[in-house]
């Protein structure tokens, strides 16, 4: 089983998400136009005792991956959490080109231009595949990188939780272990839900991330089922948007959010060595070093 | 009573309206129609609803409460009448149509035959703009004189593929995919224009359909407005749609996160003061049962089923509403036909 930190690394400061201010965002997209300034923050993170960057399939990780290689020594404690896909892109493209050519776009190799010659019955009896391909495609930048929980974005797993394709879960889980030799992570809007599929499609103490914060700022089911959740142990739960998105003071966020019973981590993100350090600070006065 | 929902079209809108509407309590998508045959039988095989092809046979094998319509804009009308001709509740995407005489006839129809008939202009489910809306109706910012409507994103930034969106015969081009959404937010802000005194629709990048679309507007009470939109613009990261209105008392600026609201002395509003005021999305928007992608298009199908389910003709964004859109739509094309 994969060993969490309690601390681990955020990177929507980075891309210029933003939920509470477009001028922020811009702002912080202004700050990390070059790829070294994303670095000079992750490389204060290290220094601060951070090892575990959970970080978007963007494509600019791609970039940040390479600096990681070429300098093994100075990182060789690094984890990352990819999370996938980045949706945007293939939102994106789901309007410009549709669902098919998507696909095509962004599965490695030429297997998706085989399916397609083939007859109906063959393509959707290999589904699984395709999302093997896709997973394969954005696991690529990390090559040769330590990536022991792979997550599912939000959207998708939210999505797949509305469709109620709940084997996918299943399937993802056994592939990322399979080929990756890591664990699966979802990243929900819908946790209560989330748990409750994830039983049924047989995925056990799973790894999960969602929105956790005082307001219950996009929690759907209600904070007290969350709380409910947590004290019951039924997953490892990761809690970000803990300050949702700057609507609730650090030190008040924090302290709630480390006094949930059996919260395992807190993800956060943060664009200088001086928030970095405070924030890790209050987590450090509820939980201790 | 469970309502079973069919959906009409499994693109990026029907998809997630699909799953929205299955996560919702006492809900169930019962059926989904789409062209793609791919598509149809991964959703078939795994998502256990019965798919069709096409929309008629859906709509009279598997008999759905309501259809949630997610096609080229082109299609709607035809579909939506089918659907209503049978009793469906109906919630369809945005514009209506391409026509204000069938975005009229459509909504007659669903008077008559009192069926639920929402669009969807899911701006009007986001915690800031409702809160806009009740100050400016409250008279907070006095009488409003401006208001001025912009939308800026990264649809088309190079010569685009073709697709429906690229085909303006089938609803493609900024000013109806695009523009529509906030000509639908400031008719909710401060009601439709009366007339559209000048407009302009630019190609940038399209070879068909238009990328920018700007266009004035007259208001009963001597209200203008300004519409501005340009979905070539990749300094966004995604649709970023914002509103200024203007008024005696003072004014305000509100986007999808923020609500900033300036008030001339000698008055406070509630527990907004003098001066300016700040309020943000985390503190606005009320919490959705299943959230995908945005709380409003949630709420828009919580919405939808609810006044199914207490036959509530009183909802919002209904056909009637959308109709007004559709309208302003149509004056804008017509302002910007070449003169003579």
């Not at chain 1, 940040?64 to 994106?92: G, S």
């Not at chain 2, 945005?294 to 009637?320: C, K, P, V, W």
Request: hydrophobic share 40%; glycine share 8%; charged share 20%.
């Amino acid at each position: 089983m994969a060993t969490i930190d309690r601390i681990l690394f955020g990177d929507n400061q980075f891309f210029g998400v933003n939920h509470m201010s477009e001028e922020k965002a811009r702002q912080q997209l202004l700050k990390f136009k070059d790829t070294s300034a994303i670095i000079e923050v992750l490389d204060n993170a290290y220094d601060l005792g951070i090892r575990t960057f959970m970080c978007t399939t963007h494509d600019r990780i791609g970039e940040i991956c390479d600096h990681m290689r070429a300098h093994r020594e100075r990182y060789k404690d690094f984890i990352y959490f990819p999370c996938m896909p980045y949706a945007h892109k293939y939102a994106n493209s789901v309007s410009q080109v549709g669902v098919m050519e998507t696909m095509q776009r962004f599965a490695v190799g030429g297997v998706m231009s085989t399916l397609m010659r083939g007859a109906v019955g063959t393509l959707t009896r290999d589904m699984y595949a395709l999302m093997r391909l896709l997973v394969d495609a954005e696991m690529k930048r990390f090559e040769n990188l330590n990536t022991p929980v792979i997550f599912l974005q939000n959207v998708v797993t939210d999505l797949l939780l509305g469709l109620k394709l709940y084997p996918v879960f299943a399937e993802f889980d056994r592939y990322v272990k399979e080929r990756y030799g890591a664990e699966a992570g979802y990243i929900t809007m819908n946790l209560p839900l989330l748990l409750d599929t994830l039983a049924k499609a047989g995925v056990e103490n799973p790894i999960v991330c969602a929105n956790i914060n005082k307001i219950g700022f996009r929690m759907s089911g209600g904070v007290d089922a969350y709380r409910e959740l947590l004290r019951t142990g039924k997953c490892r739960a990761i809690a970000m948007s803990v300050l949702a998105s700057g609507a609730i003071p650090p030190q008040e966020a924090i302290e709630w959010a480390c006094g949930l019973e059996g919260l395992q981590s807190i993800v956060f993100g943060a664009s200088s060595r001086g928030n970095i350090g405070q924030t890790q600070e209050l987590i450090y006065r509820s939980w201790g070093r | 009573m469970s309502i079973r929902i069919g959906i009409v079209g499994a693109g990026k809108m029907g998809l997630s309206h699909f799953a929205i509407a299955n996560a919702l309590p006492d809900t169930a998508v019962v059926a989904v129609c789409d062209t793609s045959r791919y598509v149809i039988s991964v959703l078939n095989k795994y998502a256990g609803v019965q798919t069709f092809v096409g929309y008629k046979e859906m709509i009279d094998q598997a008999r759905p409460d309501a259809v949630i319509i997610a096609t080229p804009t082109s299609t709607h009308f035809e579909c939506a009448k089918y659907a209503l001709e049978r009793d469906i509740h109906l919630f369809v995407e945005k514009p209506l149509t391409l026509s204000p005489a069938d975005s009229r006839a459509l909504s007659e129809l669903a008077i008559q035959r009192r069926r639920i008939n929402q669009v969807g202009f899911h701006n009007r489910f986001i915690g800031t703009f409702q809160e806009a809306q009740r100050l400016v109706c409250a008279g907070a910012l006095g009488k409003v004189s401006n208001i001025h409507g912009s939308a800026f994103g990264q649809v088309v930034v190079k010569e685009p593929n073709r697709t429906w969106r690229t085909s303006k015969s089938e609803g493609g081009g900024c000013l109806h995919d695009y523009a529509s959404h906030v000509i639908d937010l400031m008719n909710f802000l401060v009601g439709p224009p009366t007339r559209v005194e000048g407009a302009s629709l630019q190609t940038i990048f399209s070879q068909n359909v238009d990328d920018a679309v700007s266009a004035v507007f007259a208001h009963a009470g001597d209200v203008s407005g300004i519409l501005e939109t340009n979905w070539s613009d990749d300094s966004y990261r995604k649709m970023t749609t914002t509103v200024t209105i203007h008024g005696t008392g003072g004014k305000l600026i509100v986007d999808r996160q923020e609500l900033k609201v300036y008030l001339r002395e000698p008055r406070g509003f509630e527990d907004y003061v003098e001066g300016w005021n700040m309020r943000y999305i985390t503190g606005l928007q009320k919490p959705v049962g299943f959230y995908l992608r945005g709380e409003e298009y949630s709420a828009q199908l919580e919405a939808f089923t609810e006044a199914i389910r207490a036959d509530n003709m009183a909802h919002e964004n209904s056909f009637a509403s959308a109709y007004e859109t559709d309208r302003v739509v149509d004056l804008i094309l017509q302002a910007n036909k070449p003169k003579g």
